[in-house]
């Protein structure tokens, strides 16, 4: 989903520091990267000099990139991480290790990293950022982007009362208190994360920041004037996609069912986009039922986004039974952007269930409920009128809550006060 940005770059501004620790960025294709890059951008705008440290890639194939690159006035610094395979979980932690610990060693002998902003993607960076504080009183910003060890544990990934969640929680805790400032991402994740603390130390110090998409880029197209479209035979007939990481919290196995359920109703069309742990299960299925109204393809590049992310009409958006509240999937605002009605398999106590019905954009559907996911899918087909107002809501709600300048302007006043503390 990324591509190469324009060569110019900007002169760095003179205002305050900040230091963005995360484990994916520029170009990779996972949305917490683009999302990265989008802030560090924004916040260079208004003024601020910002660096960010970050691994090497681990979405491409094991390409290695320049070490130190300037790109539109950000700096960039990458650290050597091993290029495990990121699908599994031992090749993710030992890449992540490695270069959280370069990093920490680069940051000890750096005299002055101003405000460091530092995200979950990684395990060990916001250790990183707890400990500089400790020997060197950095002060930093906590981005919560998923809830571990929780999703682990709620997944049956990792027993609640083992030593690992054990400590992992532990150790959460001694980061949120140290602290300048938490964010998350939406208010049943700022719950959450409250009740991991008294109420005296979660006082003041959350704030919901929620992730964004570029609705400049992206906005309603007509199918029969996108090349996309075209390209994949997607002109005609209701189009459902689903665009992103195909991960163990992703209900993409009841999709593929429900397209061979509709596969007689010719102008219904299912179309996957991304990668992640459940692609090959989900090529498997799809090849074994001999489906003809699915199309699986990879990551987009970043210049195709604005056609590849507008060629359905309704988008999926998953979440596994347990996962609420502990994630938002950064999916669900592209598909506003992009004026879909918006399909959310997850459970009811959803921050994207709040926004949908809220909204008025979407319906949710239970995860792994094939009949309930066909329904509504027919239910969009047989009601143009219907589709075309849901499709309608998503852009407004997109519009009023969701924009990429309201988001940045958000992290900067966070921030400003983690610098003025």
């Not at 060693?105 to 005299?111: A, D, E, G, I, K």
């Not at 682990?152 to 054990?166: D, E, N, Q, R, W």
């Not at 509504?376 to 143009?384: E, F, G, K, M, S």
Request: proline letters at 4%; glycine letters at 8%; a neutral charge.
């Amino acid at each position: 989903m990324s591509g190469i940005e324009p060569e110019s770059d900007v002169q760095q501004g003179g205002g305050d520091s900040v230091t963005i620790l995360t484990q994916y960025f520029y170009p990779e294709v996972a949305a917490t990267a683009q999302l990265a890059f989008d802030l560090a951008i924004g916040l260079q705008r208004k003024g601020w000099r910002l660096t960010v440290l970050t691994g090497q890639p681990s979405y491409r194939g094991g390409e290695k990139l320049s070490r130190h690159e300037m790109r539109r006035g950000v700096t960039i610094r990458r650290f050597f991480n091993p290029g495990m395979d990121r699908r599994r979980a031992v090749g993710r932690l030992i890449n992540a290790a490695t270069s959280a610990s370069l990093i920490f060693l680069h940051l000890l002998v750096r005299r002055n990293p101003g405000v460091i902003l530092v995200d979950s993607t990684s395990p060990f960076l916001p250790v990183l950022a707890r400990m500089l504080n400790m020997f060197k009183g950095t002060r930093y910003v906590f981005l919560v982007q998923d809830v571990y060890p929780d999703i682990a544990i709620k997944l049956g990934y990792m027993s609640p009362h083992g030593l690992v969640a054990t400590v992992w929680n532990q150790i959460n805790l001694w980061v949120y208190r140290a602290a300048s400032h938490i964010i998350v991402l939406g208010p049943r994740m700022r719950d959450v994360v409250a009740e991991k603390q008294s109420s005296t130390e979660a006082e003041g110090k959350i704030t919901v920041i929620h992730n964004w998409a570029d609705g400049d880029a992206i906005v309603p197209r007509r199918k029969g004037e996108n090349w996309f479209c075209q390209k994949h035979g997607l002109t005609d007939g209701l189009v459902i996609m689903y665009s992103g990481n195909m991960g163990a919290t992703h209900d993409l196995e009841s999709v593929v069912i429900a397209a061979k359920r509709l596969q007689d109703v010719s102008d219904i069309k299912f179309i996957l986009i991304g990668d992640g742990a459940k692609r090959d299960k989900i090529a498997r299925m799809a090849e074994e039922m001999g489906l003809r109204n699915f199309l699986l393809l990879p990551y987009q590049l970043r210049d195709v986004l604005p056609f590849s992310l507008t060629c359905g009409d309704a988008s999926i958006v998953t979440l596994e039974p347990g996962a609420e509240g502990l994630s938002v999937p950064s999916k669900v605002y592209s598909s506003l952007a992009a004026g879909q009605a918006v399909l959310a398999i997850m459970g009811e106590t959803c921050d994207v269930v709040d926004i949908i019905e809220e909204g008025e954009c979407g319906q949710r559907i239970s995860p792994g409920d094939v009949d309930g996911l066909v329904n509504a899918i027919r239910r969009l087909y047989d009601n143009p009128t219907l589709l075309q107002n849901t499709k309608e809501n998503a852009r407004i709600c997109f519009d009023v809550n969701f924009s990429k300048t309201r988001a940045i302007d958000s992290y900067e006043r966070v921030l400003r006060q983690a610098t003025t503390k």
